[in-house]
């Protein structure tokens, strides 16, 4: 028992004087190791994601974003068209349909869905034509409609644009189902 | 066959051996002098950040590197008075006014000493300043930005070495005169030296809230070489040292007529006093030109001002300011220690170091101790102003730096090798070679009243078999040791660029916090700013055409540009809409004779183009900024001179059937 009293009294005198002139001004010593979606940054304007996860409609999203590992791609520098299904949305699927694309052993088919939802460019909403196709991330098109002003994709109607730092978040009521593969 | 194996193995076991008995026997060769634990000491893990910023002047290249100690990763190359075709600095019509000088633009200049902003005599993390050694300028660069924020003229100098060291709360930078010279531009014949040719110290007073400087005064002294110098502190602040070479006031070959005398002087300049005449009004105005830039990161424009005079201070009119302490033999760096109170010469041709005691200095003009003047400025007695000599250190001292353990550390040229030594003892402690031939050296916060005694840097002058070989050109070495312990131990070369002159080094911490990431839009004032797709538009004035264009991943607005005409002076005025930290553009345009613009997240830069022949001609972005990175690029339609095409701009839209997105 002495002898463990008095460890860790000599390891706080050790550690007292190898104080390193790094922490100064308490400054950070490393960076946080993870994807860009882990940078400390509260000064520039959010990105895709940060859009995502400040938004309160958008929990299901950013949970299946996270499940897929998908957050530090939409971290980058894209640019990203991202269209993004509310929680509502999510809850117009079939019961059950979030929580089993959420297991590991369907990562493939969530992410298939996710990137039926990215397109890589900055469409913004003054370039968006009736009809206009888009090839997103998954490979499968989208297609977009613009009828008296107001934007669909797939049908789903677009209740708000959201300007991100690395691209533009539609935001949409219903969740694009990738077309079934032959 | 199995012979063979069986013998060359019996081989390679006696090679082992033998190695291993043999190694001792050998002379120690750089290989054996790094060893141990070094690698360890050295090594920052990835994603880990260094423990010092050092910052290293570039010498010849007229820059400043910014490198990570302790694993010697070079960070980034900040243009001070050269050209950067990488950032534009130089091209771009906002940073040309910081080049500007009395003799018009000049885009080098020999950058030789750093020195980092203290308050209290310790580093502070606000700003650097450097010397351009070659048209006598200083420069200040912030350490939010890293970048080039101002530029003063030195007039009266004949070549500003002995600079820019600063006084304890940054008060004051200096910049002696290396060369004198007659002043005003005199026309004279170069034997009159001793009639006509004077020194010339400035004090450049620095805004203790902006940093701006400004020439507060110029001390007019006798004529002969200002070398280097260092601020008092602590008992001593209030005064400055300076080294004095060419006492004997030689003109020619001062190889041989310039080392004739056993001593020239260390001039101590009780720069209070100084201040006291000018308050007093004691000065006199003189006319002299010279040029006060300073770039704004409002405007994120340069201005570039000609000043037409300076208030000067003769030192023989004054007998208090000016004191000189004779020194061996042509002294060359003149350091003072932490305690504020040891002043150490270094005679570069000499075989001991005298170093000086402040205390015993005021005691000796108090007691008017002097062995005679120089004229008219009295010259203190040697033994009067000396606490102590290191003997026989080494050959060639020229710098030294100190540890907060009471230690010094002086580079020695012509011995090419780093002695440690007592201050207060004079005893000499350690001593390791350098590879080779050391000129200025490093102990982070070593020249302020807080060194953090963990590494001395060594900037070497030659480098020969150091790294692989690139032809007859090579890079520079810097060379880290551990100084710790009892013993320097060298754990590091490193490569840098330039001429590594002098360089400090500075805790991080006391600069990552600070560190800028990118400039808000908002408040953005450059006059040719588009803050926003918008404000895009294409102006013509007489034969110049302005472009008002914004960049943002991934396209530039506008991209398709006619109405040019072959003659025009054409302003790309480009302004980063990113506000997104790291996301630069870059933009270039075919043809054009100056280089690329970099332009910062919520900056605007201008390109000037000057189109020589009719066509339609590709710019793009030149940074890597996206995954439509190679898209992001327009063109711009030259017609010739006089021509009619009418003046148009766009983006995204299309003229003809079959074009466009989603055709």
Same mark, same amino acid.
């Given at each position: 028992?002495?002898?463990?009293?008095?460890?860790?009294?000599?390891?706080?005198?050790?550690?007292?004087?190898?104080?390193?002139?790094?922490?100064?001004?308490?400054?950070?010593?490393? &960076?946080?190791?993870?994807?860009? &979606?882990?940078?400390?940054?509260?000064? &520039?304007?959010?990105?895709?994601?940060?859009?995502?996860?400040? &938004?309160?409609?958008?929990?299901?999203?950013?949970?299946?974003?996270?499940?897929?590992?998908?957050?530090?791609?939409?971290?980058? $520098?894209?640019?990203?068209?991202?269209?993004?299904?509310?929680?509502?949305?999510?809850?117009?699927?079939?019961?059950?349909?979030?929580?089993?694309?959420?297991?590991?052993?369907?990562?493939?088919?969530?992410?298939?869905?996710?990137?039926?939802?990215?397109?890589?460019?900055?469409?913004?909403?003054?370039?968006?034509?009736?009809?206009?196709?888009?090839?997103?991330?998954?490979?499968?098109?989208?297609?977009?409609?613009?009828?008296?002003?107001?934007?669909?994709?797939?049908? $789903?109607?677009?209740?708000?644009?959201?300007?991100?730092?690395?691209?533009?978040?539609?935001?949409?009521?219903?969740?694009?189902?990738?077309?079934?593969?032959? | 066959?199995?012979?063979?194996?069986?013998?060359?193995?019996?081989?390679?076991?006696?090679?082992?051996?033998?190695?291993?008995?043999?190694?001792?026997?050998?002379?120690?060769?750089?290989?054996?002098?790094?060893?141990?634990?070094?690698?360890?000491?050295?090594?920052?893990?990835?994603?880990?950040?260094?423990?010092?910023?050092?910052?290293?002047?570039?010498?010849?290249?007229?820059?400043?590197?910014?490198?990570?100690?302790?694993?010697?990763?070079?960070?980034?190359?900040?243009?001070?008075?050269?050209? *950067?075709?990488?950032?534009?600095?130089?091209? *771009?019509?906002?940073?040309?006014?910081?080049?500007?000088?009395?003799?018009?633009?000049?885009?080098?200049?020999?950058?030789?000493?750093?020195?980092? =902003?203290?308050?209290?005599?310790?580093?502070?993390?606000?700003?650097?300043?450097?010397?351009?050694?070659?048209?006598?300028?200083?420069?200040?660069?912030?350490?939010?930005?890293?970048?080039?924020?101002?530029?003063?003229?030195?007039?009266? *100098?004949?070549?500003?070495?002995?600079?820019?060291?600063?006084?304890?709360?940054? @008060?004051?930078?200096?910049?002696?005169?290396?060369?004198?010279?007659?002043?005003?531009?005199?026309?004279?014949?170069?034997?009159?030296?001793?009639?006509?040719?004077?020194? =010339?110290?400035?004090?450049? !007073?620095?805004?203790?809230?902006?940093?701006?400087?400004?020439?507060?005064?110029?001390?007019?002294?006798?004529?002969?070489?200002?070398?280097?110098?260092?601020?008092? !502190?602590?008992?001593?602040?209030?005064?400055?040292?300076?080294?004095?070479?060419?006492?004997?006031?030689?003109?020619?070959?001062?190889?041989?007529?310039?080392?004739?005398?056993?001593?020239?002087?260390?001039?101590?300049?009780? #720069?209070? !006093?100084?201040?006291?005449?000018?308050?007093?009004?004691?000065?006199?105005?003189?006319?002299?030109?010279?040029?006060?830039?300073?770039?704004?990161?409002?405007?994120?424009?340069?201005?570039?001002?000609?000043?037409?005079?300076?208030?000067?201070?003769?030192?023989?009119?004054?007998?208090?300011?000016?004191?000189?302490?004779?020194?061996?033999?042509?002294?060359?760096?003149?350091?003072?220690?932490?305690?504020?109170?040891?002043?150490?010469? *270094?005679?570069?041709?000499?075989?001991?170091?005298?170093?000086?005691?402040?205390?015993?200095?005021?005691?000796?003009?108090?007691?008017?101790?002097?062995?005679?003047?120089?004229?008219?400025?009295?010259?203190?007695?040697?033994?009067? +102003?000396?606490?102590?000599?290191?003997?026989?250190?080494?050959?060639?001292?020229?710098?030294?730096?100190?540890?907060?353990?009471?230690? +010094?550390?002086?580079?020695?040229?012509?011995?090419?090798?780093?002695?440690?030594?007592?201050?207060?003892?004079?005893?000499?402690?350690?001593?390791?070679?350098?590879?080779?031939?050391?000129?200025?050296?490093?102990?982070?916060?070593?020249?302020?009243?807080?060194?953090?005694?963990?590494?001395?840097?060594?900037?070497?002058?030659?480098?020969?078999?150091?790294?692989?070989?690139?032809?007859? @050109?090579?890079?520079?070495?810097?060379?880290?040791?551990?100084?710790?312990?009892?013993?320097?131990?060298?754990?590091?070369?490193?490569?840098?660029?330039?001429?590594?002159?002098?360089?400090?080094?500075?805790?991080?911490?006391?600069?990552?916090?600070?560190?800028?990431?990118?400039?808000?839009?908002? @408040?953005?004032?450059?006059?040719?700013?588009?803050?926003?797709?918008?404000?895009?538009?294409?102006?013509?004035?007489?034969?110049?055409?302005?472009?008002?264009?914004?960049?943002?991943?991934?396209?530039?607005?506008?991209?398709?540009?006619?109405?040019?005409?072959?003659?025009?002076?054409?302003?790309?005025?480009?302004?980063?809409?990113?506000?997104?930290?790291?996301?630069?553009?870059?933009? +270039?345009?075919?043809?054009?004779?100056? %280089?690329?613009?970099?332009?910062?997240?919520?900056?605007?830069?201008?390109?000037? #183009?000057?189109?020589?022949?009719?066509?339609?001609?590709?710019?793009?972005?030149?940074?890597?900024? =996206?995954?439509?990175?190679?898209?992001?690029?327009?063109?711009?339609?030259?017609?010739?001179?006089?021509? %009619?095409?009418?003046?148009?701009?766009?983006?995204?839209?299309?003229?003809?059937?079959?074009?466009?997105?989603?055709?």
């Amino acid at each position: 028992m002495k002898r463990l009293i008095y460890v860790p009294l000599l390891l706080l005198l050790a550690c007292g004087q190898q104080q390193s002139a790094n922490q100064e001004a308490g400054a950070t010593l490393e &960076s946080t190791g993870g994807g860009q &979606s882990t940078v400390q940054d509260e000064t &520039s304007e959010p990105d895709v994601v940060r859009v995502a996860v400040n &938004s309160p409609l958008h929990t299901t999203l950013v949970a299946a974003l996270k499940g897929a590992e998908y957050v530090d791609a939409l971290s980058n $520098a894209g640019p990203f068209t991202v269209f993004a299904p509310t929680n509502e949305a999510f809850d117009k699927l079939p019961a059950g349909t979030v929580e089993n694309l959420l297991k590991p052993e369907n990562k493939d088919a969530l992410r298939n869905i996710l990137e039926y939802h990215v397109y890589v460019g900055v469409i913004k909403e003054e370039y968006v034509q009736d009809g206009m196709t888009l090839n997103q991330v998954n490979l499968d098109n989208v297609t977009l409609n613009k009828k008296d002003g107001k934007i669909t994709v797939n049908g $789903a109607k677009v209740l708000g644009v959201v300007k991100a730092s690395n691209g533009v978040v539609y935001v949409i009521d219903a969740v694009l189902l990738p077309p079934d593969k032959k | 066959m199995k012979n063979l194996i069986k013998i060359s193995f019996l081989f390679a076991t006696l090679a082992v051996v033998a190695g291993g008995v043999l190694s001792s026997c050998k002379p120690k060769g750089p290989a054996e002098v790094s060893m141990g634990d070094a690698a360890s000491k050295v090594y920052v893990a990835p994603g880990k950040y260094d423990e010092f910023y050092n910052i290293v002047s570039g010498g010849f290249n007229g820059q400043i590197g910014v490198y990570g100690i302790p694993s010697g990763r070079l960070f980034r190359i900040i243009p001070v008075f050269s050209l *950067s075709p990488e950032s534009g600095y130089g091209f *771009s019509e906002e940073t040309k006014p910081m080049l500007n000088t009395s003799q018009g633009f000049v885009p080098w200049d020999d950058l030789h000493h750093i020195a980092l =902003s203290t308050t209290n005599g310790e580093h502070d993390g606000r700003w650097i300043f450097a010397n351009g050694n070659n048209t006598p300028r200083v420069a200040r660069v912030s350490f939010k930005s890293f970048r080039t924020e101002e530029i003063l003229e030195i007039p009266n *100098s004949g070549g500003n070495h002995s600079s820019p060291f600063i006084t304890e709360n940054t @008060e004051y930078l200096v910049a002696g005169t290396r060369f004198s010279v007659p002043m005003g531009g005199k026309d004279v014949p170069i034997s009159s030296y001793k009639e006509n040719f004077k020194g =010339s110290i400035s004090f450049v !007073k620095v805004d203790s809230i902006s940093g701006e400087m400004n020439i507060a005064f110029q001390l007019r002294t006798p004529g002969f070489n200002y070398d280097l110098s260092r601020a008092g !502190k602590g008992p001593s602040h209030g005064w400055f040292f300076f080294s004095c070479y060419n006492t004997e006031q030689a003109y020619t070959l001062l190889e041989v007529n310039a080392s004739q005398k056993d001593k020239d002087f260390i001039m101590a300049v009780n #720069w209070k !006093k100084a201040e006291e005449y000018i308050r007093q009004g004691k000065g006199r105005i003189e006319k002299a030109k010279y040029a006060h830039n300073i770039y704004s990161e409002k405007t994120h424009m340069a201005t570039s001002k000609i000043e037409d005079e300076v208030l000067v201070l003769d030192v023989t009119e004054f007998p208090d300011i000016v004191y000189f302490i004779p020194c061996p033999k042509s002294p060359h760096g003149c350091d003072v220690d932490p305690s504020g109170e040891y002043i150490v010469g *270094s005679g570069k041709l000499a075989a001991m170091m005298p170093v000086f005691s402040f205390g015993k200095i005021q005691t000796a003009i108090a007691n008017k101790d002097y062995e005679g003047d120089f004229n008219g400025i009295p010259v203190i007695k040697y033994e009067a +102003a000396l606490h102590g000599e290191v003997k026989k250190p080494g050959l060639g001292p020229l710098h030294t730096e100190f540890d907060e353990k009471g230690n +010094a550390y002086t580079s020695f040229f012509v011995s090419s090798e780093i002695v440690k030594w007592n201050v207060k003892t004079l005893e000499i402690l350690d001593r390791v070679p350098t590879y080779y031939s050391i000129g200025h050296l490093c102990v982070p916060g070593g020249p302020t009243s807080k060194p953090h005694g963990k590494y001395v840097i060594a900037y070497n002058k030659i480098t020969k078999d150091r790294y692989l070989p690139t032809g007859p @050109e090579l890079t520079q070495s810097a060379q880290l040791y551990d100084i710790s312990g009892d013993k320097m131990q060298l754990l590091l070369d490193f490569p840098t660029t330039g001429e590594p002159h002098y360089a400090e080094a500075i805790p991080a911490g006391l600069i990552t916090p600070n560190s800028t990431k990118i400039y808000k839009i908002e @408040e953005n004032e450059n006059p040719y700013a588009a803050k926003g797709e918008s404000k895009t538009k294409v102006e013509r004035k007489g034969n110049e055409v302005h472009v008002y264009m914004t960049a943002i991943r991934s396209h530039l607005t506008p991209d398709n540009i006619e109405g040019v005409r072959v003659g025009d002076d054409v302003y790309f005025h480009v302004t980063n809409l990113e506000q997104d930290w790291d996301v630069p553009h870059g933009f +270039a345009v075919k043809g054009a004779t100056n %280089s690329e613009i970099l332009i910062m997240p919520g900056e605007t830069q201008t390109l000037k #183009w000057k189109p020589t022949g009719t066509g339609v001609v590709p710019f793009y972005c030149t940074d890597f900024c =996206s995954a439509l990175h190679q898209e992001m690029s327009g063109y711009v339609r030259v017609s010739p001179a006089g021509s %009619s095409t009418p003046l148009k701009f766009s983006t995204g839209k299309t003229e003809d059937q079959n074009s466009g997105a989603g055709k």
